[in-house]
């Protein structure tokens, strides 16, 4: 089975200073991969998504993400935060079971963005 | 372009009550899925549809039902709600590289 750990379940930046946030995974094939973001009391939005492509994958809003295999990592930054990208970020991995593809979902990593 | 829509936003049960949360899209979709969100835990599959009529269970099936009649609509029912099931529930369509969420209903149990 597939799975992936969110090292960190909070992380705090200033405003204009960089983004982390680390993902890794556990695969016995190559995977898909996708980052959301849930904003308070909000749904969740698709950030942007690694399909075996480039391993360099670019996102909405300013994020990307790298898919370095030998680290089995995937993960999400940002060059300049912003106070609008406070919000909780969860890391997936797509598992194929009996032809339905399941999502498998991190615990996720809450950005606090301060002034 | 509506997406997948979920109704209600907010609801309270008592223990033992019954009711079904909705979930719509207009994707025309195959597959559609329910979620469940619950704090330090990232989103947990319920069931799941892999078109109209066929239905099976995800990795917390217990005290929930699901039914696939139509492509458009995957109800969530719950047939006699617990506080453990006090939850944000999300419903998903589509697969591949683009599974679409709902925006989710806080479902709370007292």
């Known amino acids: 089975a597939q799975s992936v750990t969110q090292l960190d379940s909070h992380v705090s930046v200033s405003e204009g200073t960089p983004v982390l946030l680390r993902c890794n995974y556990s695969?016995?094939?190559?995977?898909?991969l996708f980052w959301y973001v849930q904003h308070p009391n909000k749904g969740l939005q698709l950030l942007l998504k690694y399909t075996s492509a480039a391993t360099l994958v670019k996102g909405i809003n300013g994020f990307e993400a790298e898919f370095k295999k030998s680290e089995t990592s995937f993960h999400l930054t940002k060059p300049s935060a912003h106070m609008s990208d406070a919000a909780e970020y969860f890391c997936v991995v797509s598992e194929w079971n009996t032809g339905f593809q399941k999502l498998v979902f991190g615990t996720g990593t809450r950005l606090l963005v301060s002034p | 372009n509506a997406g997948v829509t979920q109704t209600p936003k907010f609801q309270v049960l008592k223990t033992g009550q019954s009711m079904t949360l909705q979930c719509a899209q207009d994707m025309n979709h195959e597959y559609m899925s329910w979620y469940r969100q619950d704090p330090g835990m990232g989103l947990r599959l319920i069931h799941y549809s892999v078109g109209a009529g066929i239905t099976d269970q995800g990795e917390v099936p217990n005290g929930y039902n699901v039914s696939r009649s139509t492509t458009e609509d995957f109800p969530l029912r719950l047939l006699s709600a617990a506080p453990s099931q006090t939850s944000v529930y999300f419903c998903?369509?589509?697969?591949?590289?683009?599974?679409?969420f709902g925006s989710g209903t806080r479902l709370t149990v007292v």
């Open positions: 695969s016995s094939y190559s995977p898909s």
């Open positions: 998903a369509a589509g697969q591949g590289t683009t599974p679409a």
